[in-house]
Each structure stands twice: as C-alpha cells, then as structure tokens.
C-alpha cells in the first residue's frame, strides 16, 4: 500500500485566484494521478503525471488551468488556476502501487 | 467516450442480507475492474479489483465479472452497519490500476 498526505486539507479561495495543491507519497512510485470529485459526484481523472515528463491530461482538461509538476518520484503539485466557484471541489491525488490505486484525503476546495 | 453505469440506488438492506451492487461499462477493451468504497467525507478505499470472467471472493466480498455482457458486480455478505457507504465501480483500459473511469457511485445503507 501507500500512505499519501495532501496539502492544504481544505482553502476557500477568492474567485481570481490560484492554488497549488501538493501531494506527498510515502515511497517511490512511478504514476500519480489528479482527480475531481464535484459535490455529490464521482470521480474524474484530470491528469496522469509521471516523474521527467509533461503530465498527460484527459478531455476537458487543460494545462493552463491545471498546471502539475511532478518534480521527484514522491511529490506531484496540481495547480487550480484563475479560479472559479465551478472550480469548488475536492481534489484527490492517487498513487499506482502494483496493480492497485490509492487515494490521498483530498483537498476540499471552495471558491467565493 | 468510455463509460461507467452504476445504480445510484439509494440502496437499504438489512443487517446480515446480501448487498448487491451492479455496474456496467461501455468500452468492450476494459481490462481491469475495481470496487472502492467511500464514507462520506472520506477518500475512496480499495475492496477488491478483478480482471478475468468469473467470482472472486475475498472475505465477505464477493466480485463478478462477465465481459460478454460488459457487466461487474460485488455481493456484500453479512452486511453490517459499517458496510453503509458509497461504492464506486472503477474500470480500467489495461491491466494496470492507472487512468481509471469511475461510475457514479452506489449508496448503499445497512439497517440495524
């Protein structure tokens, strides 16, 4: 398994604005993921990113509004930018360790 | 468009019943298939993942694949008041647990 922290736990943010969530994984993985989670809904990939590479975003993602760095094999940052209240959700990063998925708690975003 | 269909139910049973939760997808190349559960509030956590036809029991759990039928289910046995949650139904295009779609989710509630 893996232990994944993620900070800030939770923001309101003031619409405009930009946050950068950062993911921790207590060993070296290969793959992280970024995921939404809009209130009420299930989950939707947003990007997949791999250490020394551009991350890989699905459609309707791009990458001026979700820049991600993936810096090292144990750290990802997302970054939610000129923010909207459509923007107001819970963000989750995800580790690949064998041939299962982990989630971190999640950053619980809210845009005024 | 590769999707995942789940009952949103909310589903009751009563304490002890068998729990059933259906899912199907719509992308005939899936190859691997997970069941994550998720308290309110909390981060989906991994049940089980199954990739070929047939049952695979772990405990309490029981998963169900038939990919003629593009169909995956998990049987809840001796449901408990702590199994009420939301269970998602994720698939995979490979074998590898990575760039998951997930369904909408299934609450489901136990009842004492």
């Known amino acids: 398994s893996a232990v994944i922290s993620q900070k800030p736990s939770r923001d309101i943010c003031q619409r405009g604005t930009s946050l950068t969530i950062q993911c921790q994984v207590d060993s070296q993985v290969t793959m992280m993921f970024w995921y939404r989670q809009q209130p009420g809904q299930s989950l939707t990939l947003i990007a997949t990113?791999?250490?020394?590479?551009?991350?890989?975003?699905e459609s309707g993602f791009v990458i001026d509004k979700f820049p991600i760095s993936r810096p090292n094999l144990t750290f990802s940052t997302l970054t939610v930018s000129n923010m909207s209240p459509e923007d107001s959700s819970i963000y989750l990063c995800?580790?690949?360790?064998?041939?299962?998925?982990?989630f971190g708690p999640g950053t619980r975003l809210t845009v005024l | 468009q590769k999707e995942v269909e789940q009952n949103s139910g909310p589903l009751s049973v009563p304490e002890g019943a068998i729990a059933s939760l259906n899912c199907t997808y719509s992308d005939r190349g899936s190859q691997s298939f997970f069941w994550y559960r998720q308290y309110s509030g909390k981060s989906p956590e991994l049940i089980m993942f199954?990739?070929?036809?047939g049952d695979k029991e772990d405990g309490r759990f029981t998963a169900q694949l038939n990919k003629a039928s593009q169909y995956v289910s998990l049987l809840i046995r001796d449901s408990q008041p702590s199994d009420s949650a939301t269970y998602l139904c994720?698939?995979?295009?490979?074998?590898?647990?990575?760039?998951?779609?997930f369904g909408s989710g299934t609450q489901l509630t136990v009842l004492p």
């Open positions: 990113a791999n250490q020394g590479s551009e991350a890989t975003y």
């Open positions: 995800s580790v690949e360790v064998g041939n299962e998925q982990f």
């Open positions: 994720a698939v995979g295009f490979s074998e590898a647990a990575r760039q998951l779609t």
């Open positions: 199954i990739y070929s036809n």
